[in-house]
Nanobody, 126 residues
Framework: QVQLVESGGGLVQAGSSLRLSCTAS????????MGWFRQAPGKEREFVAV????????YYADSVKGRSTISRDNAKNTVYLQMNSLKPEDTAVYYC???????????????????WGQGTQVTVSS
């Protein structure tokens, strides 16, 4: 089992950048796909980005593609989400998630992730 703790959220102006971090406990981080999701008030949780176990492949939602970069440092048990050119519509609680099932390769589905962090708030003002 792994525990995930996010950090790095905050209140920023449109056009700014933020880097979210998610640190995992345990020794099996390299066996987990890691994803970022977000949930805005009154909306369902949605996929943002995912990175494969080795970090060799990344995938993004169209809404953040070109503005965000997901990366991982397996030596530090940490996954990052660098977000640039932030927009008010990026305002949400951001969650990192992990899953060890090899069948869930680069999954974009909430239900495919077994472990979730507590979330970090990102608020973008116009």
């Amino acid at each position: 089992q792994v525990q995930l703790v996010e950090s790095g959220g905050g209140l920023v102006q449109a056009g700014s950048s933020l880097r979210l971090s998610c640190t995992a406990s345990g020794r099996t981080f390299t066996t987990y796909i890691m994803g970022w999701f977000r949930q805005a008030p009154g909306k369902e949780r949605e996929f943002v980005a995912v990175i494969t176990r080795s970090g060799s492949s990344t995938y993004y939602a169209d809404s953040v593609k070109g503005r965000s970069t997901i990366s991982r440092d397996n030596a530090k048990n940490t996954v990052y989400l660098q977000m640039n050119s932030l927009k008010p519509e990026d305002t949400a609680v951001y969650y990192c998630a992990g899953d060890p099932d090899y069948a869930h390769y680069a999954s974009r589905q909430v239900q495919d992730y077994a472990y979730w962090g507590q979330g970090t708030q990102v608020t973008v003002s116009s």
